[in-house]
């Protein structure tokens, strides 16, 4: 069975794209009308901008989307069995499937972005990446600090990302280091997956109530429990909780190969996902 994977924030790159606009003109078309919907020259930033604005939290999410949905648009036999997503990525597999349209995800992202960006200038928090540690570990510590830090992105063994207040996140981060444990610091300026995205949520419930949502062609495994789902109903209301519950990205993988997956397309910019898959394999 095929499975097909989505990335969020973290792969983006300057010129994403650019080779499917020159080379397909379904790409063109579809990049053409991301401008238009969005009114504003998007193409222009993945193209063509600079990596700081391409790093804001609204950009970002929207190069990826749109790179995303349009990559499997020019794909021969698009065909999945099961896709997943990787946190802003959920999205992108979702118009991938029809669960919604193109123009009515990309609305989706940006309203996302932008509620999410709010919330990251009000509060100083961030990302780290914990390396060689166990899970256990991980959470007992988070459970610990007496501020606001979680478990946000179980990616692959040992490989777990922490988000929440700059103070704790520091915190539980030189504890990680004292047994020996490896950080990353992610050029994030939010805590994303975290208690303080809790405001986000009323407000992107508000709008998904304007989407248009379809039953999916094919199980998607969403990040809020690692389960494959299908009803639209389902997928509303993990969608909206995936704002503030961690990424069970490592445990979705699990499920889909024990649910008969034996290869994995990364449809996004970049190879991030093929490479957490391999080391959960």
């Not at 896709?83 to 990309?106: I, N, P, Q, R």
Request: overall charge positive; charged content about 20%.
């Amino acid at each position: 069975m095929k499975a097909y994977v989505f990335p969020g924030q973290g792969s983006q790159f300057i010129g994403m794209g650019k080779d499917l606009y020159t080379t397909s003109s379904v790409a063109k078309k579809l990049f053409r009308f991301s401008d238009e919907i969005l009114g504003f020259q998007m193409t222009s930033i993945m193209f063509n901008g600079t990596i700081k604005i391409l790093k804001n939290t609204k950009y970002t999410q929207l190069a990826i989307y749109i790179y995303s949905v349009i990559k499997t648009k020019t794909l021969n036999n698009f065909n999945p069995d099961m896709v997943a997503g990787h946190s802003l990525g959920e999205l992108s597999a979702l118009a991938s499937v029809d669960v919604f349209s193109f123009e009515e995800g990309l609305k989706l992202v940006l309203k996302r972005a932008l509620i999410m960006q709010k919330i990251c200038e009000s509060v100083h928090g961030g990302m780290a990446v914990v390396f060689g540690l166990e899970d256990e570990v991980i959470e007992e510590a988070c459970k610990r600090d007496h501020g606001i830090i979680v478990p946000a992105n179980y990616n692959c063994p040992k490989q777990l990302v922490v988000s929440g207040e700059y103070d704790s996140l520091k915190r539980v981060c030189n504890f990680f280091k004292r047994i020996g444990g490896k950080i990353f610091m992610l050029p994030v300026h939010g805590a994303f997956h975290s208690p303080i995205m809790e405001p986000a949520k009323n407000k992107l419930a508000n709008f998904i109530k304007t989407i248009s949502f379809k039953d999916s062609k094919c199980p998607i495994y969403q990040n809020v429990n690692a389960k494959p789902v299908k009803k639209y109903r389902n997928i509303k209301k993990n969608l909206i909780e995936q704002l503030t519950s961690p990424v069970k990205w490592k445990q979705s993988v699990e499920n889909m190969i024990n649910n008969g997956a034996r290869s994995f397309t990364d449809v996004g910019p970049g190879q991030i996902l093929q490479n957490l898959i391999r080391k959960i394999k």
